[in-house]
């Protein structure tokens, strides 16, 4: 067996190798097709804009209606309201405040590059959870009332385990690692091609995409247990009573575990596993 022991090193770099090299293949048509996506989107949109600027016509400029809370996401999906959490997040914790609002549906991302963001009387607000501090305080709504010190702190650990940590695993499964044909999701092919690039470079620079797939997938199995624990039989995260500012979080995240998204997670989250 000793004569084995110096090939053993080179067997597990030439595996890394091979592993890195269909990584980096993958990466590269990923790329390719984004940069195909954007090049048809940018150019139907060059294209309208020169059409209209011959043609006259103007820019239809829409009266948006003072005090009411404009929520600019993506167009609705098949099976859930948005495909996105935070968007989700955004409109089911204005229904919960009782806030007035108005959907503006499409594709147009803040300045940030992101969506949801929200306009009121003319003021701009980009990223979910500012958007729901800024309306809380405008509006005189406090969904955490009646949470003591301690809780509000176990409601930042949960806020961090869904957006910081378990929201990887949803992007890295559905727009990177998942057979399902994202097609059934309700995304047109030139979206998904824009947008899984996309969101795998953004995860790579946020670290995450540099695990594995299956310990991206254990990773996603231990935080979907962490909430299960931290809820327990509870109606809510703290309690039976009303929901707080994250229970919108983990609902927006955890709906599209269960009703967008085939695979381990789906499968763990409804106990199949």
């Known amino acids: 067996m000793n004569h084995l022991r110096p090939r053993i090193p080179l067997l597990t770099s030439n595996l890394k190798i091979n592993y890195l090299a269909k990584a980096n293949q993958s990466q590269i048509a990923g790329f390719l097709k984004y940069a195909f996506a954007s090049t048809v989107f940018n150019s139907f949109k060059a294209y309208s804009l020169i059409k209209n600027k011959i043609e006259g016509k103007k820019p239809v400029v829409e009266e948006i209606p003072k005090d009411t809370v404009i929520i600019y996401q993506f167009p609705r999906a098949v099976n859930t309201p948005s495909l996105s959490p935070f968007c989700l997040k955004l409109e089911t914790w204005c229904r919960a405040a009782n806030i007035n609002y108005k959907n503006k549906l499409g ?18 607000v980009e990223d979910s959870e500012k958007c729901i501090e800024y309306l809380s305080k405008v509006f005189q709504v406090d969904l955490n009332s009646e949470l003591s010190e301690e809780q509000k702190a176990v409601a930042r650990a949960a806020l961090a385990l869904t957006e910081d940590s378990l929201k990887w695993s949803m992007v890295l499964h559905r727009f990177w690692y998942s057979r399902m044909p994202k097609q059934e999701i309700g995304l047109p092919l030139l979206s998904i091609w824009f947008f899984s690039y996309k969101m795998f470079r953004a995860s790579w620079y946020s670290g995450a995409a540099r695990y594995t797939k299956q310990e991206i997938y254990e990773k996603g199995k231990r935080d979907l247990s962490a909430l299960d624990t931290l809820i327990g039989n509870k ?9 707080c500012d994250v229970d919108f979080a983990i609902f927006g995240l955890c709906a599209q575990f269960k009703y967008n998204d085939r695979g381990p997670l789906n499968q763990h989250l409804l106990g199949k596993k």
Do not use: C, Q
């Not at 109606?235 to 929901?243: A, E, H, M, Q």
């Open 107 to 124: 594709m147009k991302l803040s300045s940030r590059g992101s969506v949801p963001f929200i306009r009121l009387n003319d003021y701009v």
């Open 235 to 243: 109606k809510f995260l703290l309690g039976d009573t009303r929901p």
